[in-house]
């Protein structure tokens, strides 16, 4: 009888981002055959274009700024922001492991980051290392170059479009159209790729699916933007759902409220806000001149502000606050981020009444003097300083898609769980944005790469532990 | 070629609650052989259990009370209590032919009313039905007879194991287990249905499945209690996702908050505090004997702010509210409702402060006098008074799972949507609870049989207008 495979490896990758290549990395190592397939003509998926923050508890450089952290606290923070619907054994299993991965990408990959922490909404202390490049590519780069050394083939424009279990229900294989060109579904040629060991999903996130995302949250419309590449949609997680993995938390979609309203996508403007803006700055209405939330809330709880009464936000920081953004050149070349000598300028900019916007920074200047946490909650970092030294910069803000919190249940081995049995379906492993559960209602910033490279190493260790099957 | 059915009917339904019976009825009228397969031992689901509240727009008794509502109002209610995650297509499809759907039942099923409306938590306008027993068995009773008089079987103990497709993908009928004992999985004897016009899928929600629920949202751990009974299981939903059905809003779990925790599940006192405590009376936490939330709020907040800093939940009413509920007597005879000849004994069973519980019912008396919305902005409806007159009643409440707001998805014309394609499975119809996405992040109260109904009776009719196969 005539075998339906193509071709064969021990180990198949479905996904060439954080997930897939920390997959591969840990396979390669100890398994002569692993294969990553990506569908888009270049690799990297979303990862390469993230802002590269990674969240780590109790880390080198935290030890050195005497910043008391941990894995508890990190984990609580996860809580609170996902409110509780977080599977809080994968929610432990990131806060426990976050500093072990950090150093993993600094030993074994040799990533750089930065010598000074962030401090993002929704963490109790500054916890978030910053790639040297401040763009995820910092360590998608790295990655790449040890899958050459490993010689693991990343196979490109090759598109899932079947996971093929065998009659006892174990993943066997996939077929995928090879030579495809996103976004034609039609083209390319089939292929069947069988796994001697096991198969590996980690396509990301469906933000950029127009029809998908509508289906699970039907505010998400096609007019509203996503930091997202084109290619983040959902073909990747359907196929795993049409071989019973389990749907969890679809409908639980992010939006990022740190995005420029003159840019398109993730930008350059996102990173201007994340580290200047909401950190060293305050969030406005243009319509009152008046804050209206803790700037470091997580991001739920900011979009959720941003969007109620039709407000119209912007961030505004001082020349001090400014520094703290290595985007900001780029941001003003491109217009994303405006520059102004006084706040009288910036407000007539902005339309923003001049005299309540005094006050509101009056007040904010006066509490951060006297280190009081103020009505809204901001935490209050020991390097905050009031907004007085022009130059003065503003960012105009709109909500983007940005993340989905759900997907396919996995448990702590990365094993995609049967959706009728309960339990792992065998040889098939899953990690990254593609599973659900870990973030609950609301990812916070700087925990995606953990989660990415935690899980995924966490499958590729598992998988190449598997028997091959002969 | 020997056949792989071992039946065949025009039309099968799975499920026999209102939605599955209203199916039942519109395609017996037009159609020669429908049989509805039920896997308890008896018929009427959860639907059995409920409290038969009716939501009707623009109804007769609303224009006997000259209370001004419309399709419109409804639907805007319900997207606000939905967050907006609703779809918007479907919801609007409930409040404009909730009237209709609620006439029908009356002429055409016989079923009976009470005379008086009820003021649910988050509508706007008293426009709630109450069957004269106030129990959905006054619906589901004159379904069942409606059914036996149009021919209809009803196989009960016969429990759905998986869809049958066709090759070119379409509905083709069922596996089954006949003569299933539930909850025994392995019980019964297997067995194919074939139907030859189409499937309808109305097995309600899965708010008993303590290893589904905990998975869409990990807060619902088995020690919370469900009003539900114990067949509302996922069983069909799954079934349905394995048969490409698109999985919507699964971790949109609503949790009633007016049970009590003097009794198990629905019991007697949900309904004294859905019909009495919460319009006519007060909810009090026992530690600060202080009111935090408007009463009539819709359940996800209430439920919200109860569970909330620990608050322990009471419901407090007098004579003249105590009136409202027609399941008083009953509450009292098994203790879920105590009576109090004065506040403070109340206050001392309750252990409630006694100063600020007098307190609270003093500044709330005066503003139902001066005809105020309080702060809490809680409805104040015409024959709102005082609570003045002893007796007074007091209910201890305990939040217990009640909907699933999520399902699988259907368009207007209750055909299940594919998840890959996106287009209607062709001969798939579902309707009422196993479906998702008319009620959002929060169903109202008395919302689910207008749309079991209405979704039920579209599913029957469609289906019986499809080609009968050879």
Redesign the interface.
């Known amino acids: 009888m005539k075998s339906i495979w193509d071709e064969e490896y021990d180990i198949v990758i479905i996904g060439s981002g954080f997930a897939g290549l920390s997959a591969a990395i840990e396979a390669g190592k100890v398994c002569p055959s692993v294969i990553v397939l990506e569908k888009m003509p270049a690799p990297g998926g979303n990862s390469s274009i993230s802002g590269g923050l990674f969240a780590a508890a109790a880390s080198p450089l935290q030890a050195k700024d005497r910043i008391i952290d941990s894995p508890e606290l990190m984990l609580s923070d996860m809580l609170a922001a996902g409110l509780?619907?977080?599977?809080?054994e994968l929610a432990r299993i990131v806060a426990e492991n976050s500093t072990e991965a950090l150093l993993w990408t600094i030993k074994e990959l040799g990533v750089k980051y930065k010598p000074r922490l962030s401090h993002l909404g929704g963490h109790s202390v500054a916890r978030t290392y910053n790639t040297a490049n401040t763009s995820g590519s910092g360590i998608i780069k790295p990655m790449l170059a040890k899958c050459r050394d490993l010689g693991i083939p990343i196979r490109l424009k090759t598109y899932l479009t079947q996971f093929i279990l065998s009659k006892s229900g174990e993943m066997e294989g996939v077929a995928v159209r090879e030579d495809y060109l996103f976004p034609n579904r039609k083209s390319g040629v089939l292929k069947r790729i069988r796994a001697k060991r096991a198969v590996i999903l980690a396509t990301g996130g469906f933000s950029q699916d127009k029809?998908?995302r509508v289906?699970?949250?039907?505010?998400l419309t096609e007019e509203i933007e996503s930091t997202n590449h084109q290619g983040a949609t959902a073909e990747g997680l359907?196929a795993a759902?049409?071989a019973?993995a389990?749907?969890?938390?679809?409908?639980?979609i992010q939006l990022g409220p740190w995005a420029s309203r003159d840019e398109e996508g993730f930008g350059v403007g996102s990173m201007f806000s994340m580290l200047a803006g909401f950190p060293y700055g305050i969030l406005i209405d243009v319509r009152t001149g008046k804050r209206f939330i803790n700037e470091q809330a997580d991001r739920k709880l900011l979009v959720d502000a941003m969007l109620s009464s039709d407000r119209e936000s912007i961030a505004i920081v001082d020349q001090k606050g400014g520094q703290h953004a290595s985007t900001l050149d780029q941001c003003l070349k491109r217009g994303v981020v405006k520059k102004f000598e006084s706040i009288k300028e910036l407000a007539a900019a902005n339309t923003v009444p001049l005299a309540p916007l005094k006050e509101t920074i009056e007040v904010y200047n006066s509490l951060i003097e006297k280190g009081r946490n103020d009505a809204f909650g901001k935490p209050l970092p020991i390097d905050l300083q009031p907004i007085r030294v022009p130059p003065y910069y503003s960012i105009r803000l709109t909500p983007k898609i940005h993340h989905c919190m759900?997907g396919i249940?996995i448990n702590a081995e990365a094993q995609v769980?049967h959706?009728?049995t309960?339990r792992p379906i065998s040889r098939f492993y899953a990690a990254g944005e593609v599973t659900g559960?870990v973030h609950?209602a609301s990812r916070l910033g700087s925990n995606a790469i953990p989660e990415c490279i935690i899980f995924g190493r966490i499958a590729g260790i598992n998988a190449a532990a598997q028997k091959p099957r002969p």
């Open positions: 509780e619907l977080n599977n809080k029809e998908f289906i699970q949250d039907p505010k359907i759902l049409k019973s389990t749907p969890i938390q679809l409908s639980l759900g249940q769980v959706i009728e309960h559960g609950g």
